[in-house]
């Protein structure tokens, strides 16, 4: 989801019953749904009784370290803070930019490369557009020389004879003459 949209959950926005889910409200008052891992309904149920919130609680599902309900710019900070510390095992981390919307274009390109439909992912991303998803497909180079080589196996297999140029006689002839 985007940032905003992460910000903007409230803890009653999931459902912590099988099947478990979120309701992402997105852009242009859009609001869709995503499946969420047992492991993630877990995690997200030990961190609301830390904070002591009920499931069915209207508060924000993730707040700062003053209480109040975590902003876009404090989801960017986390993020920057942890490739931060993963840049200490992982150095090429450290000439990367990462944002959460590197985390959201790596998912969709990762769907899109495992065969996952087009108007899945559209869906998925919340976009109101398959136009807009569209562009991942441009973007992923790997996808399009796989293609490539599926469409190899479609060409007549080429023949170990000279061009045609070379073979006539005829024509070698007339341009001899010029």
């Not at 998803?133 to 469409?151: F, G, W």
Request: aromatic letters at 8%; charged letters at 25%; hydrophobic letters at 35%.
């Amino acid at each position: 989801m985007r940032a905003q949209e992460l910000v903007s959950l409230n803890v009653n926005h999931l459902r912590f019953s099988r099947p478990y889910y979120v309701r992402i409200h997105g852009k242009g008052r859009r609001e869709r749904t995503c499946p969420l891992w047992p492991e993630t309904i877990h995690a997200v149920k030990r961190y609301l009784e830390q904070r002591s919130v009920r499931l069915d609680d209207p508060a924000p599902l993730f707040v700062n370290n003053e209480a109040n309900r975590l902003t876009r710019f404090g989801v960017r900070y986390i993020v920057a803070h942890r490739v931060a510390e993963a840049a200490k095992v992982c150095p090429s981390l450290r000439t990367r930019k990462v944002s959460p919307h590197t985390w959201r274009h790596t998912t969709a390109m990762h769907l899109l490369q495992s065969n996952v439909d087009l108007s899945m992912i559209r869906s998925w991303l919340g976009h109101a557009s398959i136009e807009t998803t569209n562009t991942y497909v441009e973007i992923d180079l790997e996808m399009k020389r796989k293609t490539l080589r599926a469409c190899e196996k479609l060409l007549p297999t080429p023949t170990k004879r000279s061009p045609s140029w070379q073979r006539d006689q005829g024509i070698l002839s007339w341009l001899s003459k010029l």
